[in-house]
């Protein structure tokens, strides 16, 4: 393919891109396929010779795309929302076109200063404290990781070797290794599991703190593991503090619990991974209060502001902290401007050493929504997840599971978890809607998250009365099998 292919190629695909999400809602939004449908449909080994883009490019519609879950159709309620926006789109287009590979200021200075700019923009939007910022003589800033479980892992590491060499300079006698066995990490029960997997690959133990009733973290709960702990010898090191949860977007309580860990030592890493974009909004920063008091934070614009994945924004207040734990200096990756304390090289902040140029979506999405596009997108979807909370408190089968404060509603028929299992594989095996369940204490319960960018009213209302609908053909059934039994 030739440049002059390239051109008459790529108008295709972009058409057929823009067709495809113009066009989704018509998608069904689950797959019919069963595991292993594709391997038969394709040849067993590479062609030896080339074939032409057209025999490629309608194999998309038979093969990829009768498997291809759609994630961005306004019936996908499933998770937590994929951003995607055509700003985005063709700002990695212009990515993967230029093609660098952004480990250090050297092997591209546009790469790494428009992503140190991007995230001081980032952090002014959610009003972050100025330390957190890069500026122009800061110790904080900005870094985009691929997801935000590499930020808690990144920030675990760093939190360890920290402690490490602070343990080592008061008990000289102790061996790294000693110290290693007696560090301990805590995150809330109802933190995501890549905290967990984080303490797993940095070899250290991991303790779930018990939330409240509304299922957040308090202080007095974590005071009461670290007593404990720090009693029969080991050494607190590392705390998630969660906003916005994964299965039901409760709130750690941050001004209560980051006293405690800057007294204790703690490093105090901040998982916003969904909730940080509504931070942009006024009237939600209050869940962003004692942000002062972490060490790092992280949220993804890649979730709900309008930026395709990847795009992880982490923010830590001492960039040293992070150099300091993964800093490796081979002659081939050195250059003549590192020293001069102008120049950022990511590949220290990070665990690969390449990086793609992806602050180009950031500043394409920032610049052409701007501020207030972005808030209205924030709170269209609110609005929805409330307007479909109110549906489920109008019928008194259901029940709402806990505070509707964002874009989730965690929502379940009052009865026993088979029934609500049975009503959740109803909805999934119709395919007309796409929802996932979690686990509230011992209730099984179904969540709805607002995800896509196109979602409208109808689709909710659509949503809820299909919900509905199935309730209903699944109560009557319920209620005869077991006047049967």
């Not at 952004?102 to 200075?109: C, D, I, K, L, V």
């Not at 779930?208 to 007593?227: E, Q, W």
């Not at 390449?354 to 924030?378: A, D």
Request: some cysteine.
């Amino acid at each position: 393919m030739d440049a002059a292919e390239f051109r008459k190629r790529g108008k295709e695909m972009v058409d057929y891109v823009a067709n495809y999400l113009e066009k989704i809602e018509k998608r069904q939004v689950f797959p019919d396929v069963q595991p292993g449908y594709l391997r038969p449909l394709i040849a067993d080994c590479a062609p030896q010779d080339p074939e032409s883009f057209e025999d490629v490019f309608k194999d998309i519609e038979k093969i990829i795309m009768p498997g291809v879950t759609h994630w961005h159709s306004p019936y996908f309620f499933a998770y937590f929302p994929a951003a995607s926006s055509f700003p985005a789109l063709l700002a990695d287009m212009l990515c993967g076109g230029i093609g660098c590979v952004g480990f250090s200021w050297a092997s591209s200075p546009a790469c790494t200063e428009l992503e140190t700019v991007m995230l001081d923009w980032l952090g002014k939007m959610v009003n972050l404290p100025e330390e957190f910022l890069a500026g122009k003589d800061g110790q904080g800033g900005g870094v985009i990781q691929g997801s935000a479980s590499e930020a808690t892992l990144i920030a675990l590491l760093a939190a360890r070797t920290k402690t490490i060499r602070r343990v080592q300079s008061e008990q000289p006698e102790l061996t790294e290794a000693e110290i290693m066995g007696r560090l301990v990490a805590y995150a809330s029960d109802q933190a995501h599991s890549s905290v967990e997997r984080a303490a797993l690959i940095g070899a250290v133990k991991i303790k779930n703190v018990p939330s409240d009733d509304t299922f957040s973290v308090c202080g007095s709960a974590l005071k009461k593991v670290l007593d404990e702990d720090k009693a029969s010898g080991l050494i607190p090191f590392f705390f998630c503090a969660t906003l916005g949860t994964t299965p039901c977007c409760s709130f750690d309580k941050l001004l209560e619990l980051g006293p405690i860990c800057n007294k204790e030592n703690i490093w105090m890493h901040i998982d916003a991974a969904y909730a940080g974009s509504a931070f942009i909004c006024p009237e939600f920063r209050h869940l962003l209060n004692g942000v002062e008091f972490a060490d790092s934070f992280n949220f993804n614009p890649h979730k709900w502001l309008l930026v395709n994945f990847d795009c992880s924004a982490m923010w830590v207040k001492k960039r040293s902290d992070l150099i300091g734990a993964f800093k490796l200096e081979p002659l081939y990756l050195q250059h003549h401007h590192q020293e001069s304390g102008l120049v950022t090289d990511y590949r220290h902040w990070q665990i690969p050493l390449g990086r793609r140029f992806r602050s180009l979506k950031l500043w394409f999405v920032l610049r052409m929504y701007g501020v207030k596009g972005l808030q209205e997108h924030i709170r269209k979807h609110v609005g929805l997840s409330h307007q479909f909370e109110h549906f489920v408190l109008q019928d008194e089968r259901f029940e709402i599971c806990a505070e509707v404060v964002l874009g989730l509603v965690c929502f379940r028929l009052k009865g026993s978890n088979e029934l609500n299992e049975a009503l959740l594989k109803s909805i999934n095996d119709a395919k007309k809607i796409h929802l996932v369940p979690c686990h509230l204490r011992e209730k099984f319960v179904l969540r709805f998250a607002i995800c896509s960018r196109t979602v409208e009213s109808t689709h909710v209302k659509f949503a809820w009365q299909h919900i509905s609908q199935l309730a209903t053909d699944l109560l009557k059934t319920w209620e005869q099998n077991h006047h049967q039994q």
